[in-house]
């Protein structure tokens, strides 16, 4: 997340495996939503201290961050001013799906079981995305890479294309490169330059 005068905050919420087995465990499956609660809870945090403001705050995030910043962006947008989500897990009734995605489902649920279907449908951002109309959303960048072989890039595409097909403010960068980005340092300081302009620009900073 970033504030006003550039500083970074690094969330731990429920669900990594920071603080052991049983603080990942309290957000597995159909607990997952408690993560995110948790990062959007520090987003309000820090406003709440006087810290920042929602539209100094941004948040980014890759693969299973991605899908996170997904979150935050169609469940609760007015707590961000910018949202970067990169090679993100975006679609959750698909992701098991494609090559990689099958070995997930132990972590998020299987979305063939109606009850983890169920679960993963009320926060599978791609499921979740709003008419500008109805609830405006921050200004977005969803990226993502051509070859990445574990995260599908047409998660973001889809995504992207959802956005802004609704009118919300969204931009879509897609690159050379498997998960991990563009391999040589230069595609890397790129992309990552490309992204923090994007942030810059959202936040008015």
Not at 111 to 131: E, F, I
Request: glycine share 14%.
């Amino acid at each position: 997340m970033a504030g006003p005068r550039g500083a970074y905050v690094q969330a731990y919420i429920r669900g990594g495996s920071e603080f052991g087995t049983a603080w990942h465990l309290a957000a597995k499956g159909q607990n997952r939503l408690r993560g995110y609660e948790d990062f959007a809870a520090i987003a309000a945090d820090l406003v709440e201290r006087g810290y920042t403001t929602p539209q100094k705050i941004a948040c980014h995030g890759g693969s299973n961050g991605g899908l996170l910043c997904g979150v935050m962006l169609t469940r609760f947008p007015e707590y961000f001013g910018a949202v970067w989500a990169s090679v993100g897990v975006l679609d959750m009734l698909r992701y098991h799906l494609f090559p990689a995605g099958a070995g997930w489902i132990d972590e998020y649920g299987d979305p063939d079981d109606p009850a983890a279907r169920a679960w993963l449908l009320d926060y599978s951002p791609m499921h979740n995305v709003q008419d500008h109309g109805k609830r405006p959303y921050p200004a977005a960048l969803i990226d993502t890479n051509e070859t990445d072989d574990r995260v599908d890039p047409s998660h973001s595409r889809r995504f992207a294309a959802l956005l802004q097909e609704a009118g919300q403010p969204a931009w879509f960068h897609s690159r050379a490169g498997g998960h991990g980005g563009g391999g040589q340092t230069t595609a890397i300081a790129r992309e990552q330059a490309l992204g923090y302009a994007f942030l810059r620009h959202a936040l008015s900073l």
